[in-house]
């Protein structure tokens, strides 16, 4: 077994190696039961672009932050930009409820919109 003490030399190395590999798999463990411990799912968090590209239909960029302004959206700020959790937009998408800073519980169902000829419906 390689120790990590001694120089490396060309007869070394295919223990130094394996060793590696072995501390790799080791800490891939540690990582992989502190994540099922906690239990929680990672929160994915997505910018206005990638909202556009995520959301079927691709919006327009002015069109997300007109949900926004009207609380139509669930977002979060962080500083001056806004942020999405992917959570809850799944569950928007799905027309389920969300609540808005100011605890206004919003309902808003998603639906197909007929395109329309000269600006009318």
């Given at each position: 077994m390689y120790q990590s003490n001694e120089p490396l030399s060309f007869d070394?190395?295919?223990?130094a190696v394996s060793q590696l590999i072995k501390d790799v798999g080791e800490m891939k463990t540690m990582?992989?039961?502190?994540?099922?411990?906690?239990?929680?799912?990672?929160?994915?968090?997505?910018?206005?672009?990638?909202?556009?590209?995520?959301?079927?239909?691709?919006?327009?960029?002015?069109?997300?932050?007109?949900?926004?302004?009207?609380?139509?959206?669930?977002?979060?700020k962080a500083g001056a930009k806004l942020q999405f959790l992917k959570s809850e937009i799944d569950a928007w998408i799905l027309g389920e409820d969300f609540t808005v800073d100011d605890d206004e519980t919003v309902r808003i169902p998603l639906k197909a919109r007929k395109a329309t000829k000269g600006g009318r419906p």
């Open positions: 070394s190395l295919p223990n990582l992989q039961s502190i994540a099922d411990r906690d239990g929680q799912p990672q929160k994915q968090w997505m910018s206005v672009d990638d909202l556009i590209i995520y959301l079927p239909g691709k919006p327009a960029r002015q069109t997300i932050y007109s949900w926004v302004w009207k609380k139509a959206i669930p977002y979060h």
